[in-house]
């Protein structure tokens, strides 16, 4: 069965009385050259165990399936149960789990199902639990590499530099613990229900240790969402909302830094933030 010919898919969801759902960001593809080239992207082999999220009726599960040693797709709505038993019948190396993957420990998620397998998660992430997902994902750390279909701004945002629109929080959580390339986009019109956004498919292959030093990673990101918070004032401004010092104090504390006074927040690079980070910890190490 073609999972991504139109007729089949009205046919197989009218057999099992499917309605798409909107607050669970369904949107299935009627490509098949998406499901076939995200699947190849992720490099996935006999060597492999796949954990895939939200697999709808199964198209790029299937692709997975033929070519990963395993792969494990967590799946929320119960009324797709039924649908996967059937697209997926024929596959040995398929694993159901029912629920909320934002809910599961994905480290043990991952030791459960894929002992002497190399890890990789590849899905085509409903819209509303990408950021938070991704999050999560990266800092399980259990995953080699991550390869996900999501909204091209979100795709755009994880890959954007320093002074970009798009650079932001997200953008330093990610490029510390991974390493992102968006690989191909994805037209509007290749899903239905048709989304109202350009969807993109990123990559992301995780470093073995992160691109900088600091002294405490909680600092880090103390610092970095401190730095975003005003994105339209000075650094120093921004930095307020997180520390408890005066403006003649982080002016200081900046230029000790290298940086000038009046910067902001979106024009660090992550070496950046982890230099200042570093000088805030060692004050507020001090002060206990």
């Not at 898919?9 to 949107?27: T, V």
């Not at 098949?32 to 165990?49: L, Y």
């Not at 199964?58 to 649908?83: F, I, M, Q």
């Not at 690079?269 to 805030?280: I, T």
């Amino acid at each position: 069965m073609d999972l991504c010919n139109r007729k089949n898919i009205e046919a197989l969801l009218a057999r099992h009385g499917f309605r798409f759902s909107k607050s669970m960001g369904q949107n299935f593809l009627i490509e098949d050259w998406v499901p076939r080239d995200t699947a190849e992207a992720c490099g996935a082999d006999e060597s492999i165990g796949v954990l895939e999220v939200g697999p709808g009726i199964g198209p790029l599960t299937r692709e997975l399936a033929k070519r990963a040693g395993k792969v494990v797709s967590v799946e929320l709505d119960h009324r797709l149960y039924p649908v996967l038993a059937e697209t997926m019948a024929g596959f040995d190396n398929f694993t159901l789990v029912e629920g909320d993957i934002m809910k599961q420990d994905l480290s043990a998620l991952v030791a459960e199902h894929f002992d002497g397998l190399r890890p990789v998660l590849c899905a085509n992430l409903p819209y509303n639990i990408t950021t938070p997902l991704l999050t999560n994902c990266v800092k399980a750390g259990c995953f080699t590499s991550i390869t996900v279909l999501i909204q091209k701004e979100v795709a755009q945002r994880i890959c954007a530099r320093p002074g970009s629109a798009e650079y932001g929080a997200f953008s330093l959580l990610m490029q510390y613990y991974t390493v992102p390339e968006l690989l191909f986009t994805v037209p509007n019109t290749c899903f239905v229900p048709m989304p109202k956004v350009t969807s993109a498919v990123i990559r992301c292959i995780t470093r073995e240790k992160p691109p900088v030093s600091v002294r405490s990673e909680a600092m880090l990101w103390r610092t970095v969402k401190a730095g975003f918070a005003l994105r339209r004032k000075t650094l120093v401004n921004s930095l307020q909302t997180g520390f408890s010092l005066s403006k003649q104090e982080l002016a200081r504390i900046l230029n000790d830094c290298g940086l000038a006074a009046d910067i902001r927040g979106e024009r660090l690079a992550l070496q950046e933030y982890a230099r200042l980070s570093d000088a805030l910890f060692e004050i507020f190490d001090r002060e206990g």
